[in-house]
């Protein structure tokens, strides 16, 4: 691990987290936030703190993957032995579990959405205000890469 990267974190020794105190992910539309971040290097972009402390002890995450933090770990976590490999059904399972799911739909919603958007007067702009959501996650909803077990 580079010297700049751990300059940005802090042990703590109740929980044994190791815990990012630098830059931290503002909530977005697709974002809850609280995710570390961190620069790479000039003109290469950001990353997750978390998934690059993966990346630099473990190595490269494989397609279709993502790093999920341990039970009751904090998402500013790059301890990798608080972290693990996968998919984004075991972290939503993850989140249920732990009483941190999010959803702001129910499956009736879903369905509609879709049955709104087959009827051709709905764009993803419109359902989204609809249903105070962003137009990625109608679009998610439509193409069944959420909500899809229905």
Known sequence: MDLRFTSKTRLNTETGCLEWIGAILCKTKTSTGGYGVYR???GIGVITAHRYAWEQQVGTIPEGLMIRH???CPRNCVNIQHLSLGTSHDNHMDMV???HHTAKLTNENAKLIRILYASGHF???KLGAMFNIGTTAVSRIIRRKSYNHF
Request: glycine share 34%; net charge positive; no cysteine.
């Open 70 to 72: 341990g039970k009751g």
């Open 123 to 125: 764009t993803h702009e």
């Open 40 to 42: 790479r290097g000039r």
């Open 97 to 99: 579990a732990e009483g």
